[in-house]
């Protein structure tokens, strides 16, 4: 290894003087901007509301994580941050499961079968890609209330399951699944539900992973949709429930488990980001584009 | 659009496409109908029945002053959040394309920010630059700036921007980085032979090649600000100073449920919707004609 | 138009040695084939030559000056990359004026040099087009064209021909060595197709696993290989290659034996070439056929040695009839035959 320090850098030959320090302190630098808010807010979430409230609060973490934890997930501002979560969780695990079922047997029959009508769905499908739930907030609410679905998971969940993206995902895969394993399974007598169960399902199983990420995601940080429809704070989610633990008028926001309860919603989707990071790449890219 | 072997039979496809179907009519084009209905009436004064108005609504809001402000403030917004988000990363995305070791454990830092709700992203930057406790705004007050987000329009546009575009920064990280890697690296070489340094091949070679995912993340971007924000508006500003921040969506948030002013709302939803559909075409239509070279 | 030298050239990737000291001088307007098997390091070296990879020992000198340090740019020189390299969002012309342009040169000038090499490569009609809209053969032009404008001391040509096909490829060929020859530049070329090499090197760099085994013209190569892998790289078929035993003046390959015009002794490899067998009923060697493969001006005949399970291919002019299991006898020219070190696989130069 001692040999390898005085070869030049591989790569082309050129001029960079200190650029490769520089680049490093560039990356170093953007990092830090990047993550000043979170630092910022773990700092807050360790240390007593007096710190912060006579400005400038410390930079370096305090001794009241325990504290200000405890007193967030065991009680929290209007319910418990634990209750939050776990409304969060069934939430957002409802969204990905319910969104990757029906779009995997909903591009199966579009990619496998020739039936009355086929095109119609196709394109109904192919206009809820367009829609995101913001822009028909009102008219929605209306339903879920007429259903009487205020304040269910039902309501949390449904809605926002009628979008077409996972669809277009595995339709999009699905056509680069050879002939000859269709072929096979019909010279096997094997019914399509067979095919799809022991083939198609399998072989699904990375773009399924990836695609449970990114939903996941998009199901957990929900923001408008909860605020709406959850009137009972019992309901709330982890997400909506922050803005909710501020006071209304001039009474001093409890900074520290506000702070605490941000970490708290930030972890599960970091956790499952990080976790999954080739898969997340993967899933974006193929998503998106 | 379909395989060349399919399978026979039609109520199994029908049953297998009707969970989608069937959840799409209920929550999306139902909905999306009763907006455009709803947007060709106004309710009486007190609720109890609904006057057909034809386009009143939308000729109203068309001339609403205050409409026409929250388009401004909308194109405004979107704009910024744009730039702010993509102009940084792809500057760190060059940088860290240049570095041989070391860019997965900052791509892997730089990822954090995405998984961050926007509402939860506004929780955070106000309360870096909360006037009361802000660190942020102390050391700015400290220099002799007096920061107010309260009463200040464009300091409160501003907050609102940075915290808007400071998850996505990650994200158009993820796909510069991405796109940097693959541009073929004897196009680079064969460009340094030609004679041009590293910012001229950038400028005259590699920028032209990254304008595919430079086009996709435009309007990606465009879209989460028109759309996915409401989060970070909600918790920082509440579209206020005197509706300086208050984007489309909000207001049809606000005039729907504050205001309930529904006539009002659904036809705003409906030109947000024509707003949707026009950058989804331009974006599938452009993607076609430019993007593979 | 410059002179190339190399000196104890060595590459290494963190602490792995990929090329082990290379030296060659190249005169003036010559054009080298650097050959070998993939991985050999052929094209690594036509790398450091460019500037595009750095060189970890030794020296690379163009013109007579040392150009270790200095960037791809600075080298003054153009390559033709293996996938064209074309910039795929401009223009034919504006792909072969870049580096003029980036030169600083006048609009009228860039252009009167451009039209001049798009003559010389018949890529006048094509000027306007994107790569994109263009052929396999029309991009190498252009590619070929955008080093020519630029009039460099040396091209360099990395496996320019292996994305084209096997016609295009043998007409491609002549045209690029009539252009050098007309333009007189030094030209360093990478292929790893021994038929390449033999066809357009004045001298020829034959790698092996990041060594030079042996640097000469075509036809010394071919008559003197100086190596066992020389021999066996160069020349289609293949050398064939037996072990034996040389002693008082003859050879002894399993239960045959060979005179010898030499005083070798010890064990010792030969190669004899498929084309160098001589039919002969009372030949000292016979071979089983195990398959013929007629190829119209001469046939192949591919067997073991008999008695021994050596592979052994003999080619023979015209069109011979060959039955699975016929013993085929046959002798060699002495004289022609190389001696090869079992061990090292080096040369032994038998004398007389």
């Known amino acids: 290894m001692t040999e390898a320090v005085k070869d030049p850098p591989p790569g082309m030959v050129e001029r960079r003087g200190a650029g490769l320090w520089v680049s490093h302190a560039i990356m170093m630098f953007g990092v830090l901007i990047v993550f000043f808010p979170i630092w910022l807010a773990f700092v807050a979430s360790t240390v007593t509301q007096p710190e912060i409230t006579n400005p400038p609060m410390p930079l370096w973490p305090g001794d009241q994580f325990l504290v200000n934890y405890g007193k967030a997930l065991g009680s929290g501002v209007n319910v418990p941050v634990a209750t939050m979560l776990v409304n969060s969780m069934i939430m957002a695990i409802g969204?990905?499961?319910?969104?990757?079922?029906?779009?995997?047997?909903?591009?199966?029959?579009?990619?496998?079968?020739?039936?009355?009508?086929?095109?119609?769905?196709?394109?109904?499908?192919?206009?809820?890609?367009?829609?995101?739930?913001?822009?028909?907030?009102?008219?929605?609410?209306?339903v879920i209330a007429g259903f009487g679905m205020l304040n269910s998971y039902g309501g949390l969940i449904l809605p926002l399951i009628a979008s077409a993206t996972a669809t277009f995902l595995f339709r999009q895969f699905y056509m680069t699944v050879p002939d000859e394993l269709a072929e096979a399974a019909r010279v096997d007598g094997a019914s399509p539900m067979r095919f799809f169960i022991d083939v198609l399902f399998p072989m699904s199983r990375t773009n399924i992973a990836a695609l449970f990420v990114i939903l996941f995601i998009y199901g957990w940080n929900q923001y408008l949709w909860p605020l709406l429809i959850t009137t009972d704070p019992s309901m709330n989610t982890i997400?909506?429930?922050?803005?909710?633990?501020?006071?209304?008028?001039?009474?001093?926001?409890?900074?520290?488990?506000?702070?605490?309860?941000?970490?708290?919603?930030?972890?599960?989707?970091?956790?499952?980001?990080?976790?999954?990071?080739k898969l997340f790449v993967r899933g974006l890219v193929d998503s998106e584009k | 659009m379909e395989k060349r072997v399919t399978f026979?039979?039609?109520?199994?496809?029908?049953?297998?496409?009707?969970?989608?179907?069937v959840i799409s009519a209920i929550f999306f084009f139902y909905p999306a109908g009763q907006a455009i209905w709803q947007s060709l009436f106004i309710p009486d004064p007190f609720g109890l029945s609904m006057q057909y108005v034809g386009l009143g609504n939308f000729e109203f809001l068309l001339s609403d002053p205050y409409y026409r402000a929250s388009f401004l403030t909308t194109a405004i917004f979107s704009t910024l959040v744009t730039l702010v988000s993509m102009v940084p990363a792809l500057f760190l995305a060059v940088v860290a394309d240049r570095l041989i070791k070391g860019a997965g454990t900052y791509r892997t830092l730089l990822i954090w920010p995405y998984a961050v709700a926007p509402a939860i992203a506004g929780v955070l930057w106000l309360f870096m630059f909360n006037t009361?406790?802000?660190?942020?705004?102390?050391?700015?007050?400290?220099?002799?700036?007096?920061?107010?987000?309260?009463?200040?329009?464009?300091?409160?546009?501003?907050?609102?921007?940075?915290?808007?575009?400071?998850?996505?920064?990650?994200?158009?990280?993820l796909f510069f980085f991405a796109a940097l890697q693959a541009v073929p690296k004897s196009v680079i070489e064969a460009a340094a032979i030609d004679g041009a340094r590293f910012w001229r091949r950038f400028w005259t070679i590699v920028l032209p090649l990254l304008s595919p995912t430079t086009f996709f993340l435009l309007v990606v971007n465009i879209v989460y600000a028109f759309f996915e924000t409401f989060g970070v508006i909600h918790t920082i500003t509440s579209g206020g100073p005197q509706q300086a921040t208050t984007i489309l969506v909000y207001k049809v948030f606000?005039?729907?449920?504050?205001?309930?002013?529904?006539?009002?709302?659904?036809?705003?939803?409906?030109?947000?919707?024509?707003?949707?559909?026009?950058l989804t075409v331009f974006q599938f239509k452009f993607i076609e004609r430019r993007v593979h070279y | 138009m410059a002179t190339v030298d190399l000196k104890a050239v060595k590459k290494r990737f963190g602490s792995t040695e990929v090329i082990h000291g290379v030296s060659t001088s190249i005169a003036d307007g010559e054009f080298i084939v650097i050959v070998g098997p993939s991985g050999c390091g052929k094209s690594t070296l036509l790398r450091m030559v460019a500037g595009l990879e750095s060189v970890s020992e030794g020296e690379v000198s163009i013109g007579g000056k040392r150009v270790n340090e200095l960037e791809p740019m600075d080298r003054d020189i153009a390559m033709v990359f293996q996938n064209y390299a074309l910039?795929?969002?401009?223009?034919?012309?504006?792909?072969?004026?870049?580096?003029?342009?980036?030169?600083?040169?006048?609009?009228?000038?860039?252009?009167?040099?451009?039209?001049?090499?798009?003559?010389?490569?018949?890529?006048?009609?094509?000027?306007?087009?994107?790569?994109?809209?263009?052929?396999?053969?029309?991009?190498?032009?252009?590619?070929?064209?955008?080093?020519?404008?630029?009039?460099?001391?040396?091209?360099?040509?990395?496996?320019?021909?292996?994305?084209?096909?096997?016609?295009?490829?043998?007409?491609?060929?002549?045209?690029?060595?009539?252009?050098?020859?007309?333009?007189?530049?030094?030209?360093?070329?990478?292929?790893?197709?021994?038929?390449?090499?033999?066809?357009?090197?004045?001298?020829m760099i034959v790698m092996n696993a990041g060594r030079?085994?042996?640097?000469?013209?075509?036809?010394?190569?071919?008559?003197?290989?100086?190596?066992?892998?020389?021999?066996?790289?160069?020349?289609?078929?293949?050398?064939?290659?037996?072990?034996?035993?040389?002693?008082?003046?003859?050879?002894?390959?399993?239960?045959?034996s060979l005179p010898l015009h030499s005083r070798l002794s010890g064990p010792v490899t030969v190669g004899i070439r498929p084309e160098h067998v001589i039919p002969d009923a009372e030949g000292p060697l016979a071979m089983t056929v195990q398959m013929g493969e007629p190829l119209g001006a001469n046939t192949l005949l591919h067997g073991r040695m008999a008695g021994r399970s050596d592979a052994?291919?003999?080619?023979?002019?015209?069109?011979?009839?060959?039955v699975a299991g016929e013993t085929l006898r046959f002798g060699v020219d002495p004289a022609n035959l190389p001696f090869f070190d079992p061990k090292t696989g080096q040369r032994i130069e038998a004398e007389a």
Request: proline content about 5%; hydrophobic content about 50%; overall charge neutral.
């Open chain 1, 95 to 142: 969204i990905a499961v319910g969104k990757i079922v029906i779009s995997l047997l909903s591009a199966f029959a579009i990619v496998y079968f020739r039936f009355p009508g086929k095109m119609v769905f196709f394109w109904l499908i192919f206009l809820t890609l367009m829609l995101p739930v913001e822009v028909r907030i009102v008219p929605t609410y209306e």
């Open chain 2, 8 to 21: 026979k039979g039609w109520l199994l496809p029908l049953c297998l496409i009707a969970p989608q179907v």
């Open chain 1, 239 to 277: 997400v909506m429930g922050i803005k909710q633990m501020f006071p209304s008028g001039d009474d001093i926001a409890d900074w520290p488990v506000i702070m605490a309860t941000s970490i708290l919603a930030m972890i599960p989707p970091v956790i499952v980001v990080i976790s999954m990071q």
């Open chain 3, 212 to 256: 030079a085994e042996q640097i000469g013209t075509p036809l010394e190569v071919y008559e003197r290989p100086q190596t066992l892998f020389a021999a066996q790289f160069i020349g289609s078929p293949s050398m064939n290659v037996l072990d034996g035993v040389a002693a008082d003046g003859s050879l002894s390959i399993g239960d045959s």
């Open chain 2, 254 to 278: 606000s005039d729907g449920f504050v205001g309930q002013d529904l006539g009002s709302s659904a036809a705003q939803s409906v030109i947000l919707l024509v707003v949707v559909g026009a």
């Open chain 2, 132 to 173: 009361r406790v802000g660190v942020v705004s102390w050391y700015l007050g400290n220099l002799g700036y007096d920061w107010n987000h309260v009463l200040n329009d464009t300091e409160a546009m501003g907050l609102v921007v940075v915290a808007s575009a400071w998850g996505r920064i990650s994200y158009n990280f």
């Open chain 3, 312 to 322: 052994f291919t003999v080619s023979l002019a015209g069109v011979h009839h060959a």
């Open chain 3, 87 to 203: 910039y795929p969002h401009m223009s034919v012309r504006q792909n072969m004026g870049y580096g003029l342009k980036i030169a600083k040169l006048p609009k009228a000038e860039i252009d009167r040099k451009v039209d001049d090499a798009a003559k010389l490569l018949q890529l006048e009609p094509y000027l306007d087009r994107r790569p994109r809209d263009l052929s396999g053969g029309q991009r190498q032009r252009v590619a070929m064209g955008r080093a020519i404008v630029r009039q460099p001391k040396v091209f360099l040509f990395d496996e320019p021909l292996s994305n084209l096909d096997a016609k295009l490829r043998v007409q491609m060929r002549l045209e690029i060595r009539d252009l050098q020859n007309r333009l007189g530049i030094t030209a360093l070329y990478v292929t790893h197709d021994q038929v390449e090499a033999m066809t357009m090197a004045d001298r």
